[in-house]
């Protein structure tokens, strides 16, 4: 498959308040989702590897079919590829993923390997290696380090993966993802770089809304998360984040961590940890109920539910925004 070339990137000019018609439905046996976009557009396919980059593939290719990559349910770190998904990739037009960073080796390993002539957009490759950020963001450093990395797993990545919480980074993707189809698809071009060029400007404005939301007067500038995923969305507000566990949900933590955390809350005077729907959540509870403060739920949005996908990628991100908010006492 053939990377698009940064030559290839638009910049955004116009705004466009676009609704996601994203539908997780069954998966069947190939673990393959239709986003539910398709129709008697171009006929064009595509493949995205977590949620936010299909809904942004299908605000800019709105009668491409549009594929996610399904987990059965399991965090996105944790994809193993079905036969079935090794073939989507190799057939699709466009492939949108994360990028090679070792956030999913057998979907990284199979567009690398992969024979296909579609083409290839990589969230990470657009950032460049001096936005991505590394498993301590958010102004943990040395001491984010000391209380995020008590861990009992020594797997924890070189990069912190969820960089589509980095709105301009998303925005500059949506770009390179309208280069890519109109690449594959030539008579549409100019309808996908508008789509884009429209996205990009959406985005844009929302991260104007979330520095009004997040960047103003606030008690706290920490927040107390169940894992560190959230370090390209709160670093440009000057908010840091302290995880119970990094980047990597599945590396638990460790007793004396806990203690240490929930020492920090009440010396700290924070009344919120916040925490997934289930990955962490253990540790959330225990870190709550010890501290005796109460817990607010966000979501790493790698993966959501039908409800959540209906909602979109733009007021999800709102809703966290919120969420965070309420814990910073802004």
């Known amino acids: 498959m053939r990377p698009v070339s940064d ?25 393959v989702a239709p986003t539910g976009a398709g129709g008697d557009g171009a006929g064009v396919t595509a493949v995205a590897a977590v949620y936010p980059l299909a809904w942004l593939a299908e605000q800019v290719a709105p009668d491409a079919e549009v594929s996610l990559l399904d987990a059965g349910g399991l965090e996105a770190h944790d994809l193993e590829l079905s036969p079935g998904q090794r073939r989507a ?7 949108v993923f994360v990028g090679h960073i070792g956030f999913q080796p057998q979907v990284e390993e199979a567009i690398g390997s992969s024979g296909g002539e579609g083409e290839v957009v990589s969230l990470a490759e657009v950032a460049g290696p001096d936005r991505l ?27 912190d993966p969820h960089i589509w919480f980095d709105l301009e980074v998303m925005a500059e993707t949506a770009v390179r993802t309208g280069e890519a189809f109109a690449a594959s ?10 789509n884009a060029k429209r996205l990009s400007e959406e985005l844009a404005d929302l991260e104007g809304e979330l520095d009004e939301t997040l960047g103003g007067e606030c008690r706290h500038r920490e927040v107390i998360v169940s894992h560190q995923a959230y370090g390209y969305l709160l670093e440009p507000f000057g908010v840091e984040q302290r995880g119970i566990t990094g980047v990597n949900p599945s590396a638990g933590a460790s007793s004396a961590g806990l ?15 916040l925490t997934e729907p289930v990955e962490g959540r253990d540790g959330a509870e225990t870190v709550a109920r010890e501290a005796d403060v109460e817990l607010l739920e966000i979501s ?31």
């Open 259 to 273: 203690g240490e955390l929930v020492e920090e809350i009440r010396q700290e005077g924070f009344q919120h940890v």
């Open 300 to 330: 790493p949005l790698d993966a959501v539910t039908p409800d959540q996908a209906r909602a979109g990628f733009v007021n999800l991100v709102r809703s966290q925004a919120a969420q965070f908010a309420t814990a910073l006492g802004c």
């Open 133 to 159: 950020l590394g498993p301590a963001a958010g102004g943990q450093g040395e001491e984010g380090d000391e209380h995020a990395g008590e861990v009992e797993a020594d797997d924890e990545p070189v990069v």
């Open 7 to 31: 030559a290839r990137r638009a910049q955004p000019v116009v705004a466009l308040i676009a609704s996601l018609s994203v539908l997780l439905a069954a998966c069947g046996g190939d673990g």
């Open 185 to 194: 698809d030539p008579d549409n071009a100019v309808t996908y770089r508008e």
């Open 89 to 95: 990739i190799e057939a699709a037009d466009v492939v």
